[in-house]
């Protein structure tokens, strides 16, 4: 069966300081891979997605970027965190072939920044 | 373009009450829709999904929508609330017929379950 492993689970960071999130999937080849941003009180934000290794789309410009050096490793990363970056973060998976829209997401990675 | 208005951002019910959580939707497209669910500091489990064809959708946990083309709506039921029902409920749309479909997310219902 497919699972899908996110860390940390919290984080708490200064402005300023780098970061790196990571997720990796297993069970499952050549998957779409997505981050999401859930802010309090408001829906998911989809930040990046992935359909290859190395391509990667990004939906708002931010201070954030992502990479996918394997198949099945997708990382969410910044230089220098802003206050503005706070919030909960989701990885997800979907299949590349027959893809119906369903998504499986990650437990999340809370970041505070301070 | 897609959107999903959720109509309620909190919902409170009894325990063994009937639960009614509403979405709109808009789609330049023949949608998919989606109602996924959120526990506290959890990611989200997919509940069901309509995707053109029964309009009346089933999914788990005893959770049913019902897709209403005429009035652009995708509500979320349940016959009986369960404590275990608590959480964050999310409905979602996807237009099927672009390339990569992006899912486009509502700003979410919370459900309280008194007992």
């Known amino acids: 069966s497919q699972t899908i492993h996110q860390w940390p689970a919290t984080l708490v960071q200064p402005v300023g300081s780098p970061l790196s999130l990571e997720c990796t999937v297993e069970?499952?080849?050549?998957?779409?891979l997505y981050w999401y941003r859930q802010a309090a009180g408001r829906g998911l934000q989809l930040l990046f997605y992935?359909?290859?290794?190395?391509?990667i789309s990004s939906e708002v410009p931010q201070n954030l970027s992502a990479s996918r050096p394997q198949d099945r490793q997708f990382i969410l990363s910044s230089k220098k965190l802003l206050l503005s970056d706070s919030g909960f973060y989701l990885c997800?998976?979907?299949?590349?072939?027959?893809?119906?829209?369903?998504?499986?997401f990650g437990e999340g990675s809370r970041l505070t920044v301070l | 373009a897609q959107s999903v208005t959720q109509l309620d951002s909190h919902v409170s019910v009894s325990e063994g009450t009937p639960v009614l959580l509403r979405c709109n939707y808009s789609s330049s497209y023949s949608p998919s829709l989606f109602w996924y669910v959120q526990h506290p500091n959890k990611g989200l489990q997919l509940l069901l999904k309509y995707t053109s064809a029964a309009t009346l959708v089933k999914g788990i946990n005893g959770f049913e929508a019902e897709f209403k083309k005429s009035e652009t709506s995708f509500h979320l039921t349940k016959p009986s609330a369960h404590m275990s029902d608590a959480a964050e409920y999310f409905c979602v749309v996807s237009a099927r017929n672009t390339g990569f479909q992006k899912l486009v997310f509502g700003t979410g219902t919370r459900l309280l379950v008194s007992p």
């Open positions: 069970g499952t080849s050549n998957p779409n």
């Open positions: 997800a998976w979907s299949q590349l072939a027959g893809y119906t829209g369903e998504l499986f």
């Open positions: 992935s359909v290859g290794i190395g391509q």
